[in-house]
């Protein structure tokens, strides 16, 4: 006897009792759940997209986009594997009722309903909210970085840009010189594969030339010299920009935002941005918040990166409370801090003043501000008064610095440990009109109830990045483009979204099932 079991349902064996695909899928199955929630959501926007009259009858937009979903939450993000999916695997034919659907349609339509999508997005929060998951009560707002699709060496400077432009032309001319010869280009016909791909090569390269001239002449005025070390441009995907990596080193990244309702861990926010100014876009994301859920967050959580003087002030006019600590905050212990500012600290505590870690001179914490007088005081007690005002960018947002000057420096016992060598006058300090609002937070961040409030930002904030990230493997986009880039990104959190849904749905009908099976018994 054949020790070995045998097969319950040979491969050649009739089928008695006659089945269905929706016999297969047991009841309480999270594609069943996905289907029902994208049931309940209005699909007419992607409907108007249709011509609906010529050509075979297309798929329903709700099939498709579940099929783009369902695979996110399973992990899946090639189209072709997705068409695999729909071939050979089970819940997926029930998703499409046997249909398959070709990697090439699944991946036009994932990047050509982008306002639908945000639209899909924010008809899922409003389903959070309605269900009490999404309250808005904290926020967390921070972003990650991921990087392009464009490799790490595959970069472009502006001399390589310049000397690819100049050979472009010179056999741009020769092909027109001999398609008038030929009396191509006296047609209404259009241009000739060779110049019509010479002719996006060229526009191609154009705008990365106007980038890399930007960047240059960025780099020229922080004191960086391009022609030994010049700005550099990724070669395939233009819109992304050599950033650090998380890991280290440098690399073509994006940096992809989100902000998190921290009750519930569901994304209420999702953008990217090509640089790593996050503060930036920290009112946008409450007011984008806002239009979209009708409520504005009651607080933002956000790293000390976002604690600039127009955030703070922004928050205060739209009465959202900020916690966020100040990077720049004043040391503890410093006997600067004195109840009479023109009094010289005695040298015994000269070695105890802060020094600056990027100038390794005295700090400016060192010096105190008189508001009644309009000056600071040094530590020797000598008055900076007020000189003049000049603009100036803090965190890439526009200030108006006031520039104060000691004049008392020469023979100054601490001048060596106050100003450079180089100093042309006395030592400077600048106060942006912002100051005040930022000692005003730094005093609010300090209390034990800010700080305990702000320690839940951690765990909220950095849960969909580990699970993007992580378990969906989204370390580096599929697309490229800023635009498509904004799509993927937003396709991968309205598919993490619909996995938090899933899940509370899933759960509630557990409990109603467990429910009335105790009331039955």
């Not at 990166?305 to 006019?317: D, Y």
Request: proline share 6%; glycine share 6%; with cysteine.
């Amino acid at each position: 006897m054949e020790y070995f079991a045998k097969p319950v349902l040979g491969r050649n064996q009739r089928v008695l009792i006659p089945t269905t695909l929706d016999d297969a899928i047991p009841p309480d199955h999270s594609v069943r759940i996905l289907w029902e929630i994208l049931g309940s959501l209005s699909w007419s926007s992607w409907k108007s997209e249709y011509c609906g009259r010529l050509g075979q009858p297309p798929i329903h937009p709700r099939t498709t986009a579940s099929v783009l979903l369902y695979g996110l939450t399973r992990r899946i993000r090639s189209t072709r594997l997705l068409e695999d999916m729909t071939r050979y695997n089970i819940d997926f034919m029930w998703l499409t009722e046997g249909r398959t659907i070709d990697h090439s349609t699944l991946s036009k339509f994932r990047t050509r309903f982008k306002e639908q999508l945000r639209d899909l997005f924010r008809q899922l929060g409003g389903i959070a909210m309605a269900m009490g998951i999404v309250r808005l009560n904290d926020v967390t707002f921070d972003g990650t970085r991921v990087k392009a699709n464009n490799d790490r060496y595959e970069t472009w400077t502006q001399a390589d840009v310049e000397k690819q432009l100049k050979e472009l032309d010179d056999q741009f001319g020769e092909w027109c010189e001999e398609s008038e010869r030929n009396d191509v280009l006296t047609t209404d016909e259009p241009l000739p594969a060779e110049l019509s791909d010479a002719k996006a090569r060229q526009e191609l390269l154009k705008r990365a030339l106007e980038k890399l001239q930007a960047a240059d002449a960025g780099r020229r005025s922080e004191g960086v010299d391009p022609a030994k070390n010049p700005a550099q441009l990724p070669s395939t995907d233009i819109d992304s920009k050599v950033l650090p990596n998380k890991e280290g080193g440098y690399a073509p990244n994006y940096t992809p935002l989100a902000a998190v309702d921290v009750h519930s861990e569901f994304i209420v926010y999702a953008d990217v941005m090509q640089d790593t100014a996050e503060n930036v876009w920290t009112l946008a994301m409450v007011d984008q918040v806002n239009e979209d859920f009708g409520q504005q967050p009651q607080a933002v959580l956000a790293d000390g990166l976002h604690a600039t003087g127009p955030n703070i002030v922004g928050m205060e006019q739209r009465d959202v409370e900020f916690l966020s600590p100040l990077s720049n905050e004043k040391p503890t212990a410093n006997p600067a801090v004195r109840d009479d500012p023109t009094e010289a600290i005695a040298e015994s505590h000269w070695p105890e003043l802060p020094i600056s870690p990027h100038t390794k001179k005295l700090d400016k914490s060192c010096f105190v501000f008189h508001a009644e007088s309009d000056r600071y005081y040094c530590p020797m007690g000598h008055p900076l008064e007020f000189e003049k005002t000049k603009p100036d960018t803090r965190q890439h947002q526009k200030v108006i610095l006031r520039v104060y000057r000691c004049h008392s420096c020469t023979g100054c016992p601490l001048a060596s440990r106050c100003i450079s060598e180089k100093s042309q006058g006395g030592r400077t300090i600048t106060r942006d009109h912002f100051t005040p609002d930022r000692e005003r937070h730094a005093a609010k961040m300090a209390s034990a109830e800010s700080q305990s409030r702000y320690q839940r930002r951690f765990h909220a904030g950095e849960t969909p990045f580990g699970w993007l990230k992580h378990v969906l493997g989204l370390r580096q986009f599929l697309l490229r483009g800023l635009e498509k880039v904004k799509t993927e990104w937003l396709w991968s959190c309205t598919a993490y979204n619909m996995m938090k849904l899933i899940k509370v749905v899933g759960r509630l009908r557990a409990m109603v099932s467990s429910e009335s099976s105790a009331v039955a018994v």
